[in-house]
């Protein structure tokens, strides 16, 4: 899926910043220090994470659609470790926990459901 300016749907988040716009609605940069929430339409999306990202819950994430690529964090570097990184919140939310407070929790995908979004390709790291 592409913007209308063709360029591909993302959103980036890095040092908790906002760096992209998505759809023509002006998402909001955010202070260091605060943790963000995201809500994004019905097709596919690219969500991109760098370290630094502090806490940030995506909502609406379509587990069989969307993808999350996670850059640069150190004890993600595979499959099994990222695997060995998921949690559940209270509310049975799948929470990545990736270290040195930055984590990412996807509000209405389980942890079951996350680890078969990675098996299906749909988690990249580099």
């Given at each position: ?40 339409g ?20 379509n ?11 150190a ?29 990412i929790?996807?509000?209405?995908t ?16 580099h």
């Open positions: 899926m592409a913007l209308a300016n063709g360029m591909p749907r993302a959103l980036v988040f890095r040092r908790k910043q906002i760096l992209w716009q998505v759809e023509s609605k002006k998402l909001s940069s955010t202070e260091p220090g605060q943790n963000t929430s995201v809500a994004i019905s097709d596919s999306d690219h969500f991109v994470f760098a370290p630094g990202i502090g806490a940030e819950t995506v909502t609406n994430f587990w069989q659609q969307d993808t999350i690529e996670l850059d640069q964090f004890n993600a570097q595979t499959v099994q470790e990222l695997q060995s990184l998921i949690t559940s919140d209270v509310h049975g939310d799948a929470v990545i926990d990736l270290g040195h407070n930055d984590s929790t996807l509000t209405g389980t942890a079951t459901e996350l680890q078969q979004v990675i098996q299906a390709g749909h988690v990249l790291l």
